[in-house]
């Protein structure tokens, strides 16, 4: 089977989420045979480039050309469709991600692909068909779906499988892609992007405060814990509402889905809208004054008091490990 | 300007999810229903611009009849008029296969979506729908602004947002802070009654997939509640037991 990864990047580097999505290929590889081509866009060095290979691509195709540089899921979903019928491939993996899911959708739509997003687990795979579990309803349940399109496309969620890197890397070759004008209609006029920040999306420990904060004067103590620990920071929605944190930090149902490995709640109740963005994490701490806080019920690990004697206590205790 | 904003029927958000027995479906009976929340951003947003610019607005909703009291409320919050279309919305593809074919008819200059919807929550409607008209679909969008036939769209992007310009036609997948939901008032209720709701039976799309059975999560093992006075034991405990630092 041609199994093909669509990876993105971080300052020209393979993502972290990328490097599962090729991990999660090369698995499917290894149980159905095959061999595995990352394609890659717009800017990154060549010899992050060949690190495909540390998590399971053969190939990388890099798809170089300056007008890719911006996140184009047009381009991008006609260089996808393109490389898909060159190449033949069957299954498409992409690790989830709001770009993934606009160029997985519009590479769908041209090549009549079934596509399934929010993937969870292996597939099984059938004659023609595969199955596969993904999460619904925000993680509150798993549907267990059947593609039967010849071409199938997978967006994977976080935390679905490990990945051990190895030290294998893999032969990167240019692709030139045909640019269409139809899929650079837009300007861009102005781009915002806090540098050196963790992403949330790729983050193995999160911060996250809520209204038990107080206000953004407070925000201190967490920031240090979460510097101590390398962390993302997060909120919960009352508190980007009321502009404490930035809008991108919101994480639940309507703000961003985060797995991390570790997920450190501070002053949030744990309303189930919250925990429904937080419930692919694999341990849960909550620190709330309050014992009968309903994230407490979610959590793995729990401490009952106030914030702002704690956390500078955790920070110290980090520092000390 | 034509606006369509297509809307879904999912369970309140803070519904507890069942399956029958067999775990071969949810439990419909007795569960709340609601307009898709970043669907009612949609919606809120478009009901401005349509107030601003004239124009009609337009629901869409692909599914059963039971969705009709969340079309009804739509209609109550502004729209002008509604569409259903009548057949179970179990896979993106065919879903969107139908939203598209009554965009092509209605020749709309905006179509606004939720970000994503919150049952299947695949965030791929907006691109699916995009691609089939053969216009450029956004998601998530943040900000919109309408000047003549240009949209200024502010969308989300990994750890930061972008300014873009786009003419129309487009396709929006929307989100907070882009209009704060409406909520409907007593004469949007009583003109909600007659304003056309016209329901329509699918073309026949092809679905790629299909669910084959469901599954609820495991549940959590107790919470280890740890004292206040001993912080450091719980950073042994992240270290030796959860081994996740
Ligand atoms: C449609 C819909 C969608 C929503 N989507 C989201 C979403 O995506 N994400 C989200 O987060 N919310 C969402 N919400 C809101 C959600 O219902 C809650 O209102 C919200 O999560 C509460 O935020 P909070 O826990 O920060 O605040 P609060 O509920 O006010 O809780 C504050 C907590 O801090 C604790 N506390 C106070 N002081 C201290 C102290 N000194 N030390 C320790 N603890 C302290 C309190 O005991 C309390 O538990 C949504 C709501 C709706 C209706
Ligand atoms: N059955 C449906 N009827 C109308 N609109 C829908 C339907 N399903 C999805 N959509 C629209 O597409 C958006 C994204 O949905 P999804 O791709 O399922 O996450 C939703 O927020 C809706 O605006």
Redesign the interface.
Same mark, same amino acid.
């Given at each position: 089977m041609s199994i093909l990864v669509f990876i993105e990047t971080e300052n020209k580097a393979i993502k972290k989420n990328a490097q599962e999505a090729i991990a999660y290929a090369k698995a499917v590889a290894n149980a159905q045979g095959g061999e595995v081509t990352a394609l890659v866009m717009g800017d990154i060095d060549p010899s992050e480039a060949e690190k495909a290979g540390n998590f399971g691509a053969s190939r990388v195709l890099h798809a170089a050309d300056s007008k890719l540089e911006h996140d184009n899921s047009m381009a991008y979903a006609s260089i996808l469709a393109e490389v898909i019928q060159q190449e033949s491939s069957e299954l498409i993996i992409l690790a989830k991600s709001g770009l993934a899911d606009a160029v997985a959708a519009r590479a769908a739509a041209k090549l009549k692909a079934g596509i399934v997003s929010g993937v969870t687990a292996l597939p099984s795979f059938d004659g023609d068909g595969l199955t596969v579990q993904r999460s619904i309803f925000t993680g509150k349940a798993f549907s267990d779906t059947r593609i039967t399109s010849k071409i199938k496309i997978l967006v994977v969620n976080k935390n679905t499988i490990e990945v051990t890197p190895t030290t294998d890397t893999a032969v990167v070759e240019t692709f030139s892609p045909t640019l269409n004008d139809k899929d650079f209609k837009a300007t861009v006029q102005d781009t915002e992007k806090a540098t050196g920040d963790i992403l949330l999306t790729d983050a193995d420990i999160i911060v996250s405060g809520g209204r038990g904060m107080k206000g953004p004067e407070h925000w201190q103590p967490l920031l240090e814990l979460a510097s101590a620990l390398g962390a993302a920071t997060g909120c919960s929605k009352p508190v980007s509402d009321l502009d404490w944190r930035p809008h991108h930090e919101h994480i639940g149902q309507t703000g961003i889905k985060v797995a991390p490995n570790l997920y450190i709640a501070c002053g949030i109740s744990g309303a189930i809208q919250h925990l429904a963005g937080v419930n692919g994490s694999k341990c849960i701490v909550v620190i709330n004054k309050d014992p009968e806080a309903p994230f407490f019920k979610a959590a793995d690990y729990g401490i009952v008091g106030d914030v702002f004697e704690i956390l500078p206590k955790l920070t110290e205790a980090i520092k000390n490990r | 300007m034509k606006i369509l904003v297509c809307i879904t029927n999912v369970?309140d958000? !803070?519904a &507890? /999810?069942s399956?029958s027995d067999d775990q071969k479906s949810?439990n419909k009976a007795g569960l709340p229903h609601i307009i898709g929340?970043?669907d009612d951003y949609a919606l809120a947003r478009g009901v401005e611009l349509r107030d601003q610019s004239g124009g009609t607005l337009t629901v869409l909703h692909v599914g059963l009849a039971d969705a009709e009291p969340q079309i009804r409320k739509a209609l109550a919050i502004g729209a002008d008029d509604a569409i259903r279309i009548n057949m179970e919305p179990i896979?993106?593809?065919s879903t969107?296969e139908q939203i598209a074919a009554i965009a092509k008819e209605g020749q709309y200059d905006l179509i606004l979506m939720g970000?994503e919807s919150?049952?299947?929550?695949? %965030?791929?409607?907006? %691109?699916?729908v995009? $691609?089939?008209l053969?216009i450029?679909?956004?998601? @998530?969008v943040?900000k919109l602004e309408i000047n003549g036939s240009t949209a200024? *769209?502010t969308r $989300? /992007? =990994? %750890?930061?947002? =972008?300014?873009? !310009?786009?003419?129309l036609p487009l396709v929006l997948g929307c989100? =907070?802070?882009i209009a704060e939901w409406k909520i409907p008032n007593m004469r949007g209720i009583m003109t909600a009654r007659s304003k056309p709701l016209t329901v329509v039976e699918p073309t026949d799309a &092809?679905s790629? !997939? =299909? @669910?084959?059975?469901?599954?609820?999560?495991a549940p &959590? %093992?107790a919470?280890?509640? *740890?004292?206040?006075d001993d912080?450091?034991s719980?950073?042994n405990?992240?270290?030796t037991e959860?081994k996740?630092?």
């Amino acid at each position: 089977m041609s199994i093909l990864v669509f990876i993105e990047t971080e300052n020209k580097a393979i993502k972290k989420n990328a490097q599962e999505a090729i991990a999660y290929a090369k698995a499917v590889a290894n149980a159905q045979g095959g061999e595995v081509t990352a394609l890659v866009m717009g800017d990154i060095d060549p010899s992050e480039a060949e690190k495909a290979g540390n998590f399971g691509a053969s190939r990388v195709l890099h798809a170089a050309d300056s007008k890719l540089e911006h996140d184009n899921s047009m381009a991008y979903a006609s260089i996808l469709a393109e490389v898909i019928q060159q190449e033949s491939s069957e299954l498409i993996i992409l690790a989830k991600s709001g770009l993934a899911d606009a160029v997985a959708a519009r590479a769908a739509a041209k090549l009549k692909a079934g596509i399934v997003s929010g993937v969870t687990a292996l597939p099984s795979f059938d004659g023609d068909g595969l199955t596969v579990q993904r999460s619904i309803f925000t993680g509150k349940a798993f549907s267990d779906t059947r593609i039967t399109s010849k071409i199938k496309i997978l967006v994977v969620n976080k935390n679905t499988i490990e990945v051990t890197p190895t030290t294998d890397t893999a032969v990167v070759e240019t692709f030139s892609p045909t640019l269409n004008d139809k899929d650079f209609k837009a300007t861009v006029q102005d781009t915002e992007k806090a540098t050196g920040d963790i992403l949330l999306t790729d983050a193995d420990i999160i911060v996250s405060g809520g209204r038990g904060m107080k206000g953004p004067e407070h925000w201190q103590p967490l920031l240090e814990l979460a510097s101590a620990l390398g962390a993302a920071t997060g909120c919960s929605k009352p508190v980007s509402d009321l502009d404490w944190r930035p809008h991108h930090e919101h994480i639940g149902q309507t703000g961003i889905k985060v797995a991390p490995n570790l997920y450190i709640a501070c002053g949030i109740s744990g309303a189930i809208q919250h925990l429904a963005g937080v419930n692919g994490s694999k341990c849960i701490v909550v620190i709330n004054k309050d014992p009968e806080a309903p994230f407490f019920k979610a959590a793995d690990y729990g401490i009952v008091g106030d914030v702002f004697e704690i956390l500078p206590k955790l920070t110290e205790a980090i520092k000390n490990r | 300007m034509k606006i369509l904003v297509c809307i879904t029927n999912v369970p309140d958000t !803070t519904a &507890k /999810i069942s399956l029958s027995d067999d775990q071969k479906s949810i439990n419909k009976a007795g569960l709340p229903h609601i307009i898709g929340p970043y669907d009612d951003y949609a919606l809120a947003r478009g009901v401005e611009l349509r107030d601003q610019s004239g124009g009609t607005l337009t629901v869409l909703h692909v599914g059963l009849a039971d969705a009709e009291p969340q079309i009804r409320k739509a209609l109550a919050i502004g729209a002008d008029d509604a569409i259903r279309i009548n057949m179970e919305p179990i896979d993106s593809y065919s879903t969107a296969e139908q939203i598209a074919a009554i965009a092509k008819e209605g020749q709309y200059d905006l179509i606004l979506m939720g970000r994503e919807s919150l049952d299947y929550n695949s %965030g791929v409607v907006h %691109g699916l729908v995009g $691609e089939m008209l053969d216009i450029p679909s956004y998601s @998530p969008v943040m900000k919109l602004e309408i000047n003549g036939s240009t949209a200024s *769209i502010t969308r $989300e /992007i =990994e %750890g930061g947002k =972008e300014l873009l !310009t786009c003419d129309l036609p487009l396709v929006l997948g929307c989100q =907070e802070p882009i209009a704060e939901w409406k909520i409907p008032n007593m004469r949007g209720i009583m003109t909600a009654r007659s304003k056309p709701l016209t329901v329509v039976e699918p073309t026949d799309a &092809k679905s790629h !997939t =299909e @669910p084959t059975g469901f599954s609820l999560p495991a549940p &959590k %093992g107790a919470c280890k509640m *740890i004292s206040s006075d001993d912080v450091a034991s719980l950073v042994n405990l992240l270290q030796t037991e959860a081994k996740v630092l």
